[in-house]
Structure formats: C-alpha cells, structure tokens
C-alpha cells in the first residue's frame, strides 16, 4: 500500500492514472498533478469514486513542487508530464527525500538533443539521501529494456545483436498526428539516425537506413533505423552487444508532412518574433495539430514493439524474439485513451508498483535494465500487455 503523485494529465498521465486507481491494494492514494487542473479534474472525474485527489503544480518551479510534496507526502513521484521537467522534479524529490520515476530522459528545452549524462549525475546525490530514482519506465525506453535484461538473464549466455522493433500499425484517421506529445516526438524524429556498433556510435543521416520488416498480426512495414534513448543505457548495462539499433515503421505519409513541416521551418526551436511577441515555431505547431489524447476514439488497428536479439546459448548461436501487441481499440475502450499511451502508461504504473512492493528499490539512479525483470514481466501479462516470446525464428536483421 503506498501513496502516490502523478504529475503531467496528458494521454500517458490519463492512463497512468486509470490503472493505479484500478488497483487500491497497491495504490491506496492517488494524486494527479498538473499544469491545468481542469484536465487533472476531467480525468478524476471520469475515474470517479473520489479515487483521484488533484492539485495544480508548475513541475519547472522546484519550490512548488517542494510544497506540494511536502504537502502530500507521497511514497513515490511518477513523472509523466514532459521531459523538460525531469530535473525539476528530481531536485524536488532530493529536497523531500521522496522516490522518483520517469518515462523519458532529460532533454534541455532549448536544445533538441536527449542524452542521460544529466540525471545519471544525480546518482551520488540520490544515494545519500537514500532514495530511489527509476529512470525511462515507459514502453521504449521501459519495457524494450526489461525484454533485453529478460532475455540475458533466462535465454543467453551471451547477447550480441539487438534490434528493437518499433511498429504503429494503428491508423487513426487524421491526415498528420504524432501519437505523443508532437513536440517531443518531432525533435526525437528529426534527429540524425545513430547506432551501436563494435564498440563505437555509427551516425547516419535521418531515416538514411530503412527497409521493410514483418510485424505480427500487421504485416510488412517500412521501418527506419533512428537513435532512441535505451540504445545509451543498453549499451552500457549489456557490454556484451557487438550491435544495438533501433526501428520505427513511418507511413510515406507521415514522412511527407514531417519533411513539409521541417524545410517550411515549422519544426524550429528558436524564437522568432510574430506580431510583436516571440513565438516558438514547434510550439505553435503543436497548438494547431491533433492532441494525441483525442486520437483514440477512431483509431484503429495495433502496434507491436518488441526485441529481435542474436548471441550465444551452450555456445551455439541462438535467435529470439520477445514483443508486445497492443490494439488501440481495447486501450481506448479501458483507459479513453489510444495505444501508444496505453502502452508507456501500464510500465510506468507497473515500475511504481514494483517500488512499492520493495522489488524495485535501491538508493540510486537506475535505468529499468538494472532491476530483477521477472515480477514486471509477471505483471506486464496481468495488467493489459501481455508479451509473447519465439526461439530460434527468422529474426530478419
Ligand atoms: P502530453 O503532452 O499529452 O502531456 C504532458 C502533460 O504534462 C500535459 O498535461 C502538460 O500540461 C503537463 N505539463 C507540461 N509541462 C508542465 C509543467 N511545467 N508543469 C506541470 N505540468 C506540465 O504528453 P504525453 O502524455 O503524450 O507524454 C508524457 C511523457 O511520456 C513525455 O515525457 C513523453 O516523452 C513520454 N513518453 C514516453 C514513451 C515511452 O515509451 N517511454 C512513449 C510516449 C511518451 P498541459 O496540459 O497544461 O499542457
């Protein structure tokens, strides 16, 4: 039993906050925190039973979120609100000795690049203070981590070659719309590719690797090799990989408008002056796009996100596959919202259970390969995303 502070009320909070309210032994109170309250209040509402208490914090402003801590006193912190806030939000919970998760890493607003260096900077500090900081539990980073430490830890001696598999087979209806927050995930998408290989990072022009992979239950997709943030933590954690990359499947489409919008000069982070006030370019591009939390009533179809991993067994060369599928109907119909946040909102809500059950707690910063991922993977079946494995099945790559 623990209490526990949600703070962000998009399409992940939204979810995050459905499924922690479905489980009162683990969850016995639940705060949702945000910018707007009117959204936190919405979401509570639609909840219902006075399950959700709701506040109004600013998550950039660390005396804020002190007070609001201090007022509360949660167990633990679940930050599902925007990766600009992470370190906000990890100071406050230094100053409160309170334990924190994440979902995403650090990304400096004014700079569109995500490394680790600055909350793995936290760790001495977190290990004083004696509290636990659990970092990228959502699905990828988060659940991509946990197949990986699973896999090294029950299938091979040794992992060589990761592929991660990233497909949205969903189709939500909507000329263009980014499936989380359109900000974030245009600056993730835009990024010169990178990879893992023989020791070193390989950089690759933005989408310059692809080709079509077969996902279950969905078919071939194109799929693009692009830098995601478990590929730094991965490697690190499993010093065996000789290679580590990262898929995702874009529709020609989506590339189409994603291309538009960068040479019109729609995806810049600079301030340019409109009208007499200064206006961020992506900002106001967010403003006008689709809000992902609203995707999820048409949307259909499924994703599938899972790892395709090579490397040694008995000394013999072995092959395995471990994935997720998820249909964007079943989450809508459970949480009223589409898959995408329905599958980072069940890990992040999952890694919180496992803090509170003392199965996940350490004094440190950890990223989620670091932790036993036996009882997760347990739940990761019970709670809505239940994963499949295959051995020694063509892996393509
Ligand atoms: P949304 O944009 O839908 O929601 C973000 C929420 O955070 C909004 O409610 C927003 O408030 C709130 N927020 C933003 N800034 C502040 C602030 N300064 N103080 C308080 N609240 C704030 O995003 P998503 O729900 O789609 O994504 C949430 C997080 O999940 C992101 O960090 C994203 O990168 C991560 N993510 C991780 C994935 C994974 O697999 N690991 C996959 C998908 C997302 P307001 O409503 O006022 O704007």
Redesign the pocket.
Known sequence: MGKVLI????????VVAHKMASLPDVFSEIML????KS?CDAIAERIGKDRIQTAQ????NVPELVELINSFQPDIVVN??????DLTIMDACLETKTAYL???NYEPIDEAKFEYKWQWAYQERFKEAGITAIL???????VTSIFTAHAAKHHFDEIQYLDIVDCNGGDHGKAFAT???PE?NIREVTQKGKYWENGQWVETEPHEIHRPLNYPNIGARESYVIYHEELESLTKNFPSLKRARFWMTFGQEYLTHLRVIQNIGMAGIEPIMYEGKEIIPIQFLKAVLP???DLGENYTGETSIGCRIRGLKDGKEKTYYVYNNCKHQDAYNETGAQG??Y??GV?ATIGAMMYLQGLWKKPGVFNVEEFNPDPFMEQLNKLGLPWIEQHDVDIEL
């Open positions: 703070i962000g009320a998009g399409g992940v909070g939204t925190a945000s910018r707007t959204k914090v600013d998550a950039d599902v609100a925007l990766p600009y806030q994440d979902t995403a990228g539990c959502g699905f990828d980073p988060g499936n989380f927050n974030i809000d992902p939390g995408v946040s599958t980072t890990p």
